[in-house]
Each structure stands twice: as C-alpha cells, then as structure tokens.
C-alpha cells in the first residue's frame, strides 16, 4: 500500500493541529463549579450600632445578671479587660468580633458625674457579681 506524498502530508497536518489544539485546551481556564455561599450569623447586643454613652451602659448594667452566663446582651459594661473597656456587645478590643462603638461627647463634668456613679456601683456590687461569676469575663 502506498500512500502518496499529498495524502500523507495532509494526514501529518491534521494530526499537528489535532495536537495543538488538545495541548492548547490543557492551558485554557477551568470552569469552576459555583459554591453556594455560607452565610454566618453573629449575633450582637441590642445597642449595636447605637451610642454607647454611659447612659446606654447603665441600662445595659441594669440588665446584667451576673449569675447567668456570659451573652451579647448579658455583660457587665463596666468591667474592663488587661485595661480596656468591651464594645456594645462584650466584646475587647483584640476579640475579633469587636466593633469600636459609637461614643459619646465627654467632659470634665460628665467625667466627674460617671465617676460618682462608678464608686457607688463599686459599693453595692450586684449580687453574685464576684471574680468567677457566670456573666464575668473570667
């Protein structure tokens, strides 16, 4: 059988292309099934995205049940952790679910008033709030 020289180059020609075209497909982009999103749902206290004045931490304060666990809405706004105060939600700077707050206009005299009211909160301490306590920081 013979195969004139036409034929065969026409048969060598299809063979290249077939080859560069397959090599070619190996280096074009992959279709990459879509994934459904996982959507994570954080909760956050009730005075999220809201002032955080002292007025807001007292009733947040007057809310707080020390006997009962640690929550975003049970905390004690007051306590403070290696020297820092939690966001609204009982959350310390370096936590990574904390939100720097919405603060209130400070002064001297509103200092000097949030102070009084921070030493009569340290003489009468809720009920079970001691070191240890469930909704302590511990």
Request: hydrophobic share 35%.
């Amino acid at each position: 059988v013979t195969i004139s020289s036409t034929t065969l180059k026409e048969k060598m020609k299809s063979v290249i292309i077939a080859l560069t075209i397959a090599a070619a497909s190996a280096f074009a982009p992959v279709q990459v099934p879509r994934t459904v999103g996982t959507q994570l749902f954080m909760e956050y206290g009730e005075m999220d995205g809201k002032l955080w004045d002292n007025d807001a931490k007292v009733g947040v304060y007057n809310k707080w049940d020390p006997n009962s666990p640690r929550t975003v809405n049970n905390f004690n706004p007051f306590e403070t952790w290696d020297g820092n105060s939690p966001d609204c939600s009982g959350f310390y700077p370096g936590e990574g679910r904390y939100k720097d707050p919405l603060r209130g206009d400070v002064s001297f005299a509103i200092m000097m008033a949030e102070r009084a009211q921070a030493e009569e909160r340290a003489a009468n301490p809720k009920p079970g709030d001691k070191p240890g306590c469930p909704g302590c920081r511990n």
